[in-house]
């Protein structure tokens, strides 16, 4: 799945620079729409599982939930989100994903870039970033609809279609997910104070977009998304029902313009807006319900605006350089989270030489300065380089500083549950070293070996019930391996293992929540119109520090997933896809936690990942 080199110079830089970093020396991972829509994966999660060497994700009940995500070794809040190069991460809870409101009927690709991308995309892309690409406006008119049933209660109806006029192209889209979902918890682990809830939701998502070829290198991208989710929150004690009940909005507008062959640029304005009003009903043991929460609201807005050059040299060097502006603010009632507002200023430039006496060496070194009214100024750099060696390799090297701003839980709550904030906290800040070798065995065997390397200083965590910077440094060291064998069509299969050691300074034992090692396999064949894919996705032992029980583990399983498909009608209109995941229906853990009844002893109970499922989709292009 690794992008082949591709250079492209034009006006739309936002679009082209994962693949120019790529061609600089950056590890990039592509997933593209072909292979979500002939697996039938539904989620941004499920697609991300089992498919890009480096990155671990495990959702906290399947699709529509939350995931502990991990690239590189790193920690969920070390890995920056975004939908169209528009920021979506949480924060308010920095380890929060923002996938559960997000599907995959409007994505043309993923991209997946591996380490430390604070150049160009600013906070918490420490350890990568995960850009969901979503669908342009066909230059002809045409579109498709999908509809989708599951044995877990599955339902799902998808649909968009897109032409042009004097006045430019467009598109409009729509989908509706729901999930009745399963229960998350075995039998044993529910207090007499909990009612047996299943973990299910219920997802829209529709809006448009514009693309209008204003003539002469100039042309107009805007973008409006609303996603609406509503998603059980089940828990094993205390507990009657919880549910959020989420709104989500995207706007963009993007204007670029490729003044002369030798420059161009782009301009953009962003809008971010998600809120969730959280309803729960607690439970005693006699069965008395109480109103914990009544539409308690929280979430968060986010303006941006980017605006980015870059300038081609007589010489053929290039110089990218511009401005990126974030304001940010969010509150939640629920945990008692004060309504905050962050603004944050940044100046950024990357310099490429042209080396005439290594023309084939791609080298770029840049640097960005941040500004933040919560937390000092400080300043990052990176380096990174490819190069062509004999015997058809190909080296990547990387090495450069990057932050991670702290969340709002971290500097404002001030809920009595949980450790206080501090307004005083310092970013965290890293130091990150890739370097990978690539090449090939013949045509059909293709092979990739890297090695990773990051510390992280003023790392946030809790002193004394608060929130404050510590002392000690955390070192993450691992390697990945990646071996792919076949071609395009027919028979294919791709391996591949990650280990990573990720330690805080002092202690002997792997941070919560990152396994120290997971591996994938996959086997497909693909025809003419036909295919199938059987996957295999291995996770080892994971962690979980509990308040008194101490490090538990879970993790190490096997667990298999297919999918089959088959196109059939004038130019393969029609397609028929059959996905099942959890093969074998294996009962595993993808999480741990504590339980603390009112008698007896605190216990761990267990979160259980989904069991078996069969998907059943059909889909009609036009």
Not at 39 to 48: E, F, K, N, P, R
Not at 395 to 416: H, Q
Not at 468 to 497: C, F, I, K
């Given at each position: ?247 989500e909005n995207i706007v963009s507008l993007k204007w670029d313009h ?163 904030g501090n307004e005083d906290l310092e970013p965290e800040e890293s ?21 990773f390397y990051r510390e992280i200083e003023n790392l946030i965590n ?161």
């Amino acid at each position: 799945m690794a992008l082949e080199e591709l250079v492209v110079q034009g006006s739309a830089l936002e679009e082209t620079l994962p693949s120019e970093l790529s061609d600089y020396g950056a590890e990039l991972e592509v997933i593209g729409s072909e292979e979500l829509d002939r697996t039938g994966v539904s989620d941004i999660g499920q697609a991300l599982r089992g498919n890009v060497p480096g990155v671990y994700l495990d959702p906290k009940t399947g699709r529509g939930d939350y995931a502990s995500v991990s690239i590189q070794g790193s920690r969920s809040e070390d890995v920056l989100w975004l939908v169209d190069g528009v920021r979506i991460n949480n924060r308010l809870f920095g380890s929060t994903s923002p996938l559960d409101s997000i599907s995959t009927h409007m994505v043309e690709r993923i991209e997946i870039l591996k380490g430390g991308q604070g150049l160009f995309y600013g906070t918490q892309a420490i350890a990568g970033v995960v850009n969901i690409v979503l669908r342009k406006p066909e230059t002809d008119s045409g579109g498709n609809i999908t509809g989708a049933i599951g044995s877990l209660g599955d339902r799902r109806l998808a649909g968009h279609v897109s032409n042009r006029n004097e006045y430019g192209r467009w598109l409009v889209f729509g989908e509706h997910d729901h999930s009745d979902g399963y229960r998350p918890y075995e039998d044993s682990s529910f207090l007499a104070s909990a009612r047996r809830q299943k973990r299910g939701f219920t997802r829209s998502s529709y809006g448009g977009r514009y693309l209008l070829d204003a003539g002469e290198g100039k042309s107009l991208n805007a973008l409006v998304l609303r996603n609406d989710a509503e998603a059980d929150f089940p828990r094993n004690a205390s507990n009657f029902k919880a549910v959020n009940e989420r709104d989500e909005n995207i706007v963009s507008l993007k204007w670029d313009h490729q003044v002369t062959e030798r420059n161009g640029y782009f301009i953009k304005a962003y809008w971010h807006d998600w809120w969730t009003d959280y309803t729960r009903l607690s439970m005693d043991s006699e069965r008395d319900v109480t109103i914990v929460n009544d539409r308690a609201e929280w979430g968060y807005d986010d303006y941006g605006l980017n605006l980015t050059g870059r300038h081609t040299t007589d010489g053929g060097s290039q110089i990218l350089g511009g401005v990126d502006y974030q304001r940010y603010q969010g509150e939640d009632y629920s945990l008692r989270i004060d309504g905050k507002t962050e603004a944050v200023t940044a100046g950024f430039v990357q310099y490429r030489p042209h080396l005439s006496f290594s023309p084939s060496t791609h080298l770029a070194l840049g640097a960005r300065y941040n500004h933040s009214n919560f937390g000092d100024d400080h300043s990052i750099w990176n380096i990174s380089l490819k190069q062509p060696l004999p015997g058809d390799l190909s080296l990547k090297a990387s090495v450069g500083t990057n932050f991670r701003l702290p969340s709002a839980f971290e500097m404002f709550v001030i809920d009595e549950d949980f450790p206080a904030g501090n307004e005083d906290l310092e970013p965290e800040e890293s130091i990150n070293t890739n370097v990978s070798l690539t090449g090939h065995i013949g045509e059909p065997i293709k092979w990739h070996l890297g090695g990773f390397y990051r510390e992280i200083e003023n790392l946030i965590n809790v002193q004394d019930g608060t929130y404050a910077n510590s002392d000690q440094t955390v070192r993450v060291h691992g390697a990945e391996v990646a071996l792919n064998l076949g071609g395009d069509h027919g028979w294919q299969l791709d391996l591949d293992a990650t280990w990573a050691d990720s330690r805080e300074g002092g202690s002997n034992e792997q941070i919560d929540g990152i396994p120290e090692w997971h591996a994938n396999a996959t086997l497909s064949w693909d025809g003419d119109n036909q295919g199938w894919q059987l996957n295999a996705r291995h996770t080892g032992d994971v962690a979980t520090t509990l308040k008194d029980l101490g490090q538990q583990h879970y993790g190490d399983h096997t667990l298999l997933s297919a999918s089959a498909w088959h196109e059939f009608g004038v130019n393969g209109a029609n397609r028929l896809t059959l996905r099942l995941e959890n093969l074998r229906d294996k009962e595993y853990a993808n999480g741990v936690g504590q339980a603390d009844p009112a008698e007896g002893a605190p216990f761990r109970y267990e979160t259980l990942g989904p069991p078996r499922n069969v998907q059943i989709e059909y889909s009609r292009s036009f």
